[in-house]
């Protein structure tokens, strides 16, 4: 009778546990619904999201909808898949890599906002360059000179259309500025004194405790530095074709899928047209763009060069967030076609066929 009764218990037990286990279960895929429907992706989305996270053995698969590192261990996972079957070219797969980067940028902008953000003077870094608006005068450039007590001291404000005589003492001015890998900001104060500080003409004004914070990154993007090649582009041609001859050297700093940033010499106008070609992971790429920013450094006469890019093919747009999202194996920063190895020191500095470089020097130096 006893062994019977303890051959009871143990069976007892065993199904309490395997019914708790499987309502645990359940309801781990019932939250994972549920977050899911709240992230914005469709029923076949998380149909084809539970196999892959099935797959990766997370164990709270639900989670992945708020962790930026899970949901990208499921994103990689679906990458390397697609590589392995070779329907990585298939256009449902890719839209739906497509929506699944949408995300990974979604909650990985998030996570920069809340990690990078200020919210009043006293966090503004020395060096940071400002603009200066003084209602009815102009805009004026300056920079942080010192950052403590109960001030800021900037250097003097300048401008080519400035009267240099101007009194800045008891100004009211608005500061804006940019933080690199962050975003915009502006605020106002009151110019409180006309100072020399560590030997540079200055000035002080209040602090403020309440920053306005605009023009937020829109991407993220990856900082690299391998060698590309861009082309001027007029209405005639199709912008996402891949040329077969080399263009202008430079060398990429940034990329994102809404645009990049290279460094090349000469001056750069915004507002250019420009093609820029290149490879990652062995295949080449070209981003459509159109210049947005200038940095130039007259002594070295180059030009760090900030563009727009036009929209993307979907395919291109992955290939792209896959290096930047850091879903590729590293590729050798291979040009996006090959140059014989007799011409590779003399491309870095003549590119270009006598005719092409003289319509790149026509538009880059004026």
């Known amino acids: 009778m006893v062994p019977f009764l303890v051959i009871a218990a143990v069976i007892l037990i065993a199904i309490c546990f395997l019914l708790f286990f499987q309502k645990e279960k359940s309801g781990n895929w019932i939250q994972f619904n549920s977050k899911g429907k709240e992230a914005g992706f469709t029923t076949k989305d998380l149909e084809q999201l539970r196999r892959i996270a099935a797959g990766c053995d997370i164990k709270d698969p639900s989670g992945i909808f708020s962790s930026q590192s899970q949901f990208e261990i499921v994103v990689r996972s679906m990458v390397k898949t697609l590589q392995l079957s070779g329907e990585g070219y298939d256009p449902e797969n890719q839209y739906f890599l497509s929506r699944l980067f949408d995300y990974c940028h979604k909650i990985g902008m998030e996570a920069i906002e809340i990690k990078t953000r200020i919210t009043n003077s006293h966090q503004i870094s020395e060096g940071q360059m400002l603009r200066i608006l003084v209602t009815g005068t102009g805009v004026f450039k300056s ?23 101007l009194q800045w003492q008891g100004i009211k001015i608005s500061v804006y500025f940019w933080r690199e890998d962050d975003a915009g900001y502006v605020f106002d104060t009151e110019v409180i004194d006309e100072v020399f500080s560590k030997g540079i003409s200055s000035l002080k004004v209040e602090h403020n405790d309440s ?41 990429l700093e940034d990329i994102s899928d809404a645009g990049c940033a290279f460094k090349v010499h000469g001056q750069v106008e915004t507002g250019m047209r420009l093609k820029v070609q290149f490879s990652l992971n062995k295949i080449p790429v070209c981003i459509p763009a159109t210049v947005r920013s200038v940095e130039y450094r007259e002594d070295t006469n180059t030009s760090l060069v900030h563009t727009e890019a036009d929209p993307l093919p979907i395919a291109t747009r992955n290939h792209i967030l896959c290096e930047v999202f850091n879903m590729q194996p590293d590729d050798e920063d291979e040009l996006p076609f090959r140059i014989l190895e007799g011409e590779v020191d003399s491309s870095a500095s003549q590119p270009l066929s006598n005719e092409m470089r003289k319509n790149f020097n026509e538009v880059m130096n004026g």
């Open 143 to 165: 920079e942080i000179v010192k950052n403590a007590g109960n001030y800021l001291t900037i250097s003097r404000p300048v401008s080519a259309k400035s009267n240099s005589a």
């Open 211 to 251: 920053l306005f914070r605009t023009q937020k990154r829109k991407s993220m993007r990856l900082k690299t530095h391998k060698p590309a090649f861009i082309y001027l582009l007029n209405d005639t041609d199709n912008p996402h074709s891949l040329e077969k001859t080399a263009g202008l050297r430079c060398i």
